[in-house]
């Protein structure tokens, strides 16, 4: 089994700065889970994004990326070939250049958020 550990650390940095301006629901050593403050027509809070431990990799879900499809325009193609889904990515161990530009996807989503008002 892979040591999860260094990949959770890296990405969990990249969200980490938001957990402050949003609302951390779960920020452990396994995950940080973060919404937004903004209650959806389901009365339940907008989720923003969160960084797991899963059983073979760590994964990294950004909601932004499926409520606006197009902010995924410029990803390239090693990174979209992490993605799970529609708003989730995989890693089993720090990838630096990918990291940097989930980064730069993750101050996108949250610029993105703000511009719908879900976000200040």
């Known amino acids: 089994m892979p040591d999860l550990a260094p990949a959770f650390a890296e990405l969990r940095k990249i969200l980490a700065p938001y957990a ?60 979209k070939a992490r993605m799970q889904g529609k708003s989730c990515f995989n890693f089993r161990a720090p990838e630096p250049e990918l990291f940097k530009e989930l980064s730069l996807l993750v101050k996108a989503g949250y610029a993105s958020y703000k511009e719908q008002g879900f976000v200040q």
Not at 46 to 55: E, P, R, S, T, W
């Open 20 to 79: 402050d301006k949003l609302a951390a629901v779960r920020d452990d050593d396994k995950e940080l889970y973060i919404d937004t403050h903004h209650i959806q027509k389901n009365k339940k809070p907008l989720f923003f994004g969160a960084v797991q431990i899963k059983k073979s990799y760590v994964s990294f879900h950004l909601m932004p990326v499926y409520v606006q499809p197009e902010l995924l325009g410029s990803a390239s193609p090693e990174l």
